[in-house]
């Protein structure tokens, strides 16, 4: 049994994916008229009085999703690793994720912020060589000027709460765009993958949905990778 077999995946008006949610959750959204029932199951909750049955897909009335959409992709790790291929954008190295982290072009001391303009993927070794300096400095050269990413948000919503091919209940298959997902297991091999999805399945809770960058969180974990040799998951979690 996965572990989406007792949750409930929220649409918006426009049949998007927003949210997965407990039954619990669900039933509340679906029982104060705050969403309808999509798709039906027999999967029941109890209450102390009666039963209820919780859908397996419910869509939000009224939702506005256009400006979520506009903002784009979350700021996050994982999400500047996904723009830039999982790959260091200094020497185009690619391996196991403990072996990755964030470079700030200009440092953090230095004035620079962390923002998608700023923040490269970069391998330990490169990220070590360019210490407080400009790439340029160094020797070291960019792959590629980097930006605010303008992929689908609908396309990330896997990965945000670790959806995989064999996670995602047949049910929610028509709704869940699992191509990002397929391209990053090409790039990066099974293992990592695997590690992936643990870390998204660890970390899917505490992440908002509100589509805003939570750059004090961002700050926290930049510091807590730099003393290496903590496992994936744990250099990972928010
Ligand atoms: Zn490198």
């Excluded at 298959?173 to 391209?183: E, V």
Aim: glycine share 8%.
């Amino acid at each position: 049994m996965s572990s989406f077999e007792r949750k409930v995946l929220v649409l918006d008006s426009r049949y998007e994916p927003v949210k997965v949610v407990s039954m619990q959750v669900g039933f509340v959204l679906l029982y104060t008229g705050r969403a309808e029932p999509l798709v039906e199951s027999d999967r029941m909750m109890r209450t102390v009085s009666r039963s209820y049955s919780v859908p397996w897909i419910i869509r939000l009335q009224n939702s506005s999703p256009k400006g979520r959409r506009m903002q784009g992709p979350r700021f996050s790790r994982q999400n500047v690793y996904l723009r830039d291929g999982y790959r260091c954008q200094y020497c185009s190295w690619t391996g196991p994720l403990q072996g990755l982290t964030l470079d700030h072009l200009i440092p953090a001391a230095k004035g620079g912020k962390t923002t998608w303009e700023n923040i490269v993927t970069a391998c330990k070794a490169c990220n070590l060589r360019k210490g407080m300096r400009a790439p340029e400095e160094v020797g070291l050269r960019l792959a590629a000027i980097p930006v605010r990413p303008h992929f689908h948000p609908a396309s990330l919503f896997p990965l945000r709460y670790g959806l995989t091919r064999k996670t995602v209940p047949a049910v929610w298959m028509p709704y869940i765009d699992l191509s990002a997902l397929d391209r990053l297991a090409g790039l990066l091999g099974g293992g990592q993958a695997a590690a992936l999805e643990a870390h998204e399945e660890s970390s899917a809770q505490n992440l908002p949905n509100d589509g805003r960058p939570d750059l004090s969180k961002h700050r926290s974990k930049k510091r807590g990778i730099s003393h290496g040799g903590k496992p994936v998951v744990a250099a990972f979690r928010s």
